[in-house]
């Protein structure tokens, strides 16, 4: 009996027409080797009938040679750099179409004019505040009257960069000229955005004649300044501004290498740049108030300032002088890595890291006076960005933001330029001394003080390569310069304080109770360097009078140096010579309170109370304790003084040499910072977050310091 199948079997109507079916499925294996007419369809009618299975085969593929796997590479790779490109068309379609509506858009109206609707929002500058007028009292309604935000509104500029700096690729001679150069095919967004500058440009000109093919043009012209300075505005006179020009060209700008004296005229500065202008005559009446109480112009030129700063928060940033401006507030503020900050975006957005490596490249290259100084402008303003920001990083314990190294390799081409600053010799060892100090710290710092063999051989080697750069630099110096000259004076200081912040990098957390023989060899060869560097300044009266144009950095390096020799006498009184510790200390102190810089001081003063009190030595001159010797410097923070019962033996003000005449009370030692009080004198290694964790916090309510005097804070 034969099976029956389970399905009925098609029709031959069924088939379409004209169906010519492939070769391998024309026919069945039984009617193939029968050479019979099959039907094309399984099963087939003549299978059916004769009971026997109907197979219908197709024909083997040929088999495919494997690939190799160079090939499988090359194809992923092609794949993804396809997907790259086809993200890249997206992106610049869609940048192309806002274009394209934004210039299809009528032009904007002015944004200031003349004739403005006082109930509108307002778009100019806002007027500084003064402190006292901040808060004023409820109105009669009983709703609160709260003061206007600060700063000033952002300028309405097109866009941020107007081609300051060139890329620093330069375009091939056989490029076409209407076509984009292949600087930018590595920087897709970089050749959408001048795109869009040239849409801006040309929607702000009308034009009736019909569009053509034009060459290239070069870069438009940097907008003129959005803010007047305050000679303009009235609040300085020309005289008094002259004069505070004058007193920061005799010392700031060896403090902060930033300026060419021969280029950065006051009429230079007023006409290019009313931020930084003004910034100058904050500094420099700082300066000229000493001591003393702080003048009206020191409050309107820093109000001014710090209201065009604030502007660039927000909007673009069009001219490399904003970044002096910007670096100028943050060089002379304790509270300085934040402005520092937005200070080297301001300068990467602008494009000033490129301006050295354009140098090295297009040496012999003509160019116009203009963009060659251009160049060196923004060259000096990048290097002295890129010392003062990393410097700050480790002065504090904050992390390095910026890690590019490739910026400042050619930093000595700007020795040999013909545009060179007298001052250029020192911001490039400076910028040589970071890069350093930086390798040092990223060996050292993940080590947490686990000190072997590895670690003081590094250290060994590390004041070798300290002195080598001392000699290199030195010898650059006295090309110029005699062995007096201030800027060498600032490099030997430098040069031992580098040394003793290696030694405290590296023995950071170690246990000096127990500590081996080569550790404390590093220590007192540590306590050498902070003494050599206490005498490189004491003995110099030049480097003493130029102190009172010193930064917060400078200041830092000359009291961390006094505070690390009266640890060393805590912890080996036996072995250092305790009189000429505190005598070098003490004449310190006295040099830093002459230049208002009393944070520093009165800090070095405690430690010396403390260390006399501890070894039983009685200050020069004191008698028996009077409630004039109890006195509060008003300056002071409310927090850190007053008599408290649950405070052991406070330090009167007249241990710290310091009476006042009113507002009784005591020190509090609860107020020394940690890496000051007893039970951490043993700790000679630098603290975790820096020279904050190591000088008193003055009362002070932006930075500045100067808003409580007689004594303010370094600013």
Not at 666 to 673: E, G, R, T, V
Request: charged residues 20%.
């Amino acid at each position: 009996m034969s099976a029956t199948p389970s399905q009925e079997v098609p029709p031959a109507s069924q088939i379409p027409p004209g169906h010519i079916p492939k070769r391998g499925a024309r026919a069945c294996t039984a009617c193939r080797k029968g050479k019979n007419r099959c039907e094309g369809e399984a099963p087939c009618r003549r299978c059916q009938l004769s009971g026997i299975p109907c197979v219908f085969e197709k024909p083997e593929k040929k088999n495919a040679q494997p690939m190799a796997n160079g090939s499988i590479e090359r194809l992923s790779r092609l794949e993804g750099q396809y997907l790259v490109m086809q993200s890249q068309m997206i992106g610049m379609q869609s940048m192309l179409e806002r274009i394209l509506q934004a210039v299809q858009q009528p032009p904007p109206m002015p944004m200031y004019n003349q004739a403005r609707d006082p109930n509108a929002p307002m778009m100019g500058p806002l007027p500084p505040m003064r402190a006292p007028d901040m808060y004023e009292p409820p109105s009669p309604h009983g709703s609160k009257v709260f003061p206007p935000l600060p700063g000033f509104a952002p300028p309405p500029h097109k866009y941020a960069t107007y081609g300051i700096v060139p890329s620093t690729a330069p375009s091939s001679d056989d490029e076409d000229e209407d076509t984009l150069p292949r600087s930018t095919l590595n920087a897709p967004i970089e050749a959408l955005q001048g795109l869009a500058n040239a849409a801006a440009e040309a929607a702000a000109v009308p034009s009736t004649s019909p569009p053509r093919v034009k060459k290239r043009k070069k870069v438009e012209p940097t907008p003129r300044n959005a803010f007047p300075h305050v000679v303009e505005k009235g609040l300085v006179s020309d005289a008094e501004a002259r004069e505070l020009y004058h007193i920061f060209f005799s010392g700031c700008h060896i403090f902060i290498p930033l300026f060419d004296p021969s280029y950065d005229t006051y009429e230079g500065l007023l006409e290019r740049t009313p931020w930084t202008f003004d910034a100058i005559l904050a500094v420099a009446s700082k300066i000229r108030a000493g001591t003393g109480p702080l003048p009206p112009t020191f409050y309107r030129t820093l109000e001014e300032a710090q209201g065009i700063a604030r502007s660039t928060l927000f909007g673009p940033v069009v001219r490399k002088e904003a970044v002096q401006g910007m670096l100028l507030l943050a060089a002379w503020s304790t509270n300085g890595w934040l402005p520092s900050g937005h200070a080297m975006r301001m300068a990467l957005d602008l494009g000033l890291h490129r301006a050295l490596e354009k140098l090295a490249e297009d040496v012999g290259k003509k160019r116009t006076e203009e963009e060659e100084r251009n160049l060196v402008v923004s060259a000096r303003i990048w290097l002295c960005l890129y010392w003062f920001d990393h410097q700050m990083s480790l002065g504090t314990g904050r992390p390095i933001v910026l890690r590019d190294e490739l910026s400042i390799r050619h930093c000595r081409l700007l020795l040999k330029h013909p545009m060179a600053s007298p001052t250029d010799v020192r911001l490039v060892s400076q910028v040589e001394l970071i890069a350093q100090k930086t390798q040092i710290y990223e060996t050292l710092s993940p080590l947490n003080g686990q000190v072997n063999h590895n670690t003081l051989a590094f250290i060994r080697r590390a004041n070798v390569a300290l002195d080598k750069w001392w000699q290199d630099c030195d010898e650059l110096h006295r090309q110029a310069m005699d062995d007096e000259a201030l800027p060498r004076k600032i490099l030997t200081g430098e040069l031992y304080y580098a040394k003793l912040w290696l030694v405290c990098v590296a023995l950071r957390g170690v246990s000096w109770e127990k500590m081996p023989f080569e550790q404390r060899e590093l220590a007192f060869q540590a306590k050498d360097a902070a003494s050599s560097c206490l005498s490189n300044l004491l003995n110099s009266p030049t480097y003493r009078a130029a102190l009172r144009y010193a930064v917060h950095d400078s200041l830092v390096t000359a009291a961390f140096s006094g505070l690390f020799l009266l640890k060393m006498a805590n912890l080996f009184p036996a072995e250092v010579d305790l009189t000429a510790i505190t005598a070098q200390v003490e004449q310190l102190a006295q040099v830093l309170s002459d230049v208002a810089a009393e944070r520093y001081a009165l800090t070095l003063r405690i430690m010396i109370a403390n260390l006399r009190r501890k070894m039983g030595i009685m200050p020069p001159g004191m008698g028996p304790s009077t409630d004039s010797a109890m006195m509060v410097p008003p300056f002071m923070d409310p927090s850190l003084v007053g008599p408290s019962p649950h405070q052991q033996q406070p330090i009167t003000l007249e241990e710290l040499g310091m009476p006042w005449p009113n507002d009784r009370g005591l020190f509090s030692p609860s107020a020394i910072p940690l890496w000051l009080q007893e039970q951490n004198l043993n700790d000679l290694g630098l603290p975790i977050n820096g020279s904050d964790g190591v000088f008193l916090q003055m009362a002070s309510n932006n930075g500045w310091g100067g808003d409580f005097p007689p004594m303010p804070e370094a600013w």
